[in-house]
């Protein structure tokens, strides 16, 4: 690639950058609404935003070329599909049960489950360098 072709490719990187940073006042009131927009600092927002493109930068530039995490592709290759409809099956749990149970327990069991309803001491599986599965 071209001098010429990188600049102008890390230049639409820091033009979605600069708009990300433009728009982040109307997000905020248009999920939390005015009011409540009006009333929260942004800075937190632009920093892990910030921090995003940073991250994503620095893995384009091979920072972290050094780390075979092998199991990393077969991860994203599994999990990628629950993350593109996980909202849609929140937000019909939530609309399903908002009546009928009470908003902590709502959001209890819906944190619970987003983490997979992991409980402290039991054994999950691993998988050691050869895919081979155990329990820890």
């Keep these: 690639m071209t001098g010429m072709q990188n ?12 708009l990300s940073q433009r728009y982040i006042h109307h997000r905020m009131a ?7 927009a009006e009333h ?3 800075w937190p927002v632009r920093l892990i935003i910030i921090a995003g493109f940073a991250v994503v930068g620095a893995i384009a530039l091979g ?13 994203g ?15 019909t749990l939530i609309h399903h049960f ?3 149970l009470p908003a902590p327990v709502l959001v209890v069991s ?3 489950a987003g983490e997979g309803g992991r409980v402290k001491g039991k054994s999950r599986p691993t998988y050691d360098a050869g895919g081979q599965s155990g329990l820890s």
């Design 7 to 18: 600049a102008l490719l890390w230049g639409i990187v820091l033009f979605q950058l600069l």
């Design 30 to 36: 248009s999920n939390l609404g005015r009011v409540a």
């Design 77 to 91: 290759a599994i999990t990628y599909p629950l993350y593109l409809i996980h909202m849609f099956i929140g937000m």
């Design 40 to 42: 929260l600092a942004t």
């Design 98 to 100: 908002r009546n009928r």
């Design 63 to 75: 920072v972290f070329d050094k780390i075979q995490w092998k199991w990393l592709s077969t991860a």
């Design 110 to 112: 819906g944190t619970r």
